[in-house]
């Protein structure tokens, strides 16, 4: 197995090795990587931060040596879009992205880069309000399958960088972040902001989540990212007129309490 890293704003991950297979995940720039398999153009990968396999193009990926895969600390951009530049060459990343800090330098394929808009920090405090802003800042954003960006983003995937910009890594899809461990909230009049809902198809399965505001609203990526009305039911598209997901629990990770 080899190192890889995302050095790119964002690369795609499908499903199969073809480029017309469905993008199942996304990674965005600083994003590690266990490369475990390779056909043709094509590395199959295993995300470091949540064990999630998908494939990515061979000349997407940077394999990385030992000097690159040596651990700095990082810094994550908290704006829509962070620019950076080097020389006469910029790179522009997005919202959720781990840039590498080396002084007052931010490394970027080795050499150092210049922040020129945007602005990055530490991981905030992990608290339940914290997750919840950060889910309200990417407000509007549109859905896409497989998606981790403002620019395109799922139910699951706004959970996890939601829960990224707080320090902690939660798995990538809604079934497998209903199964990592946490506290069970019986009520949703007993649910804090940051707390998390689970809504199942009519098989029992879970498919959709969203973060709960504890003021009886939903911040979830339906269509888009939305806030919506919810109780005991499930989620209420008021411009629908009718419930739209139904729920099934509500998890509290961490200390996500405000």
């Not at 810094?75 to 002084?103: E, M, Y």
């Not at 039911?233 to 739209?244: A, V």
């Amino acid at each position: 197995m080899a190192a890889g890293g995302c050095f790119l704003s964002m690369i795609p991950v499908r499903a199969e090795p073809s480029g017309k297979s469905a993008m199942v995940n996304q990674l965005l720039f600083g994003d590690r990587v266990l490369v475990i398999e390779s056909v043709d153009d094509w590395y199959k990968i295993i995300t470091l931060h949540d064990n999630y396999e998908g494939w990515c193009e061979s000349n997407q990926l940077v394999l990385l040596t030992d000097e690159a895969n040596n651990e700095l600390p990082v810094r994550l951009v908290n704006d829509i879009t962070a620019s950076f530049a080097s020389d006469s060459n910029t790179i522009t990343l997005v919202f959720g992205s781990s840039v590498p800090v080396q002084g007052n330098d931010y490394i970027i394929n080795l050499k150092p880069w210049q922040l020129v808009n945007g602005h990055l920090m530490k991981p905030l405090e992990f608290n339940g309000i914290n997750v919840l802003n950060t889910a309200v800042k990417l407000m509007g954003a549109p859905y896409l399958w497989g998606g981790r960006s403002p620019f395109g983003i799922d139910c699951s995937g706004l959970i996890q960088i939601a829960f990224k910009m707080t320090g902690m890594n939660l798995p990538r899809d809604a079934w497998q972040q209903a199964d990592y461990p946490g506290e069970f909230i019986d009520l949703i009049a007993e649910a804090q902001a940051g707390d998390i809902a689970f809504f199942d198809n009519e098989e029992g399965i879970i498919k959709h989540t969203g973060i709960l505001t504890g003021q009886g609203t939903i911040v979830h990526a339906s269509g888009r990212v939305r806030m919506d009305p919810v109780d005991h039911q499930g989620i209420f598209n008021r411009e629908l007129g009718k419930y739209t997901h139904k729920l099934r629990l509500i998890k509290r990770f961490g200390s996500s309490k405000s």
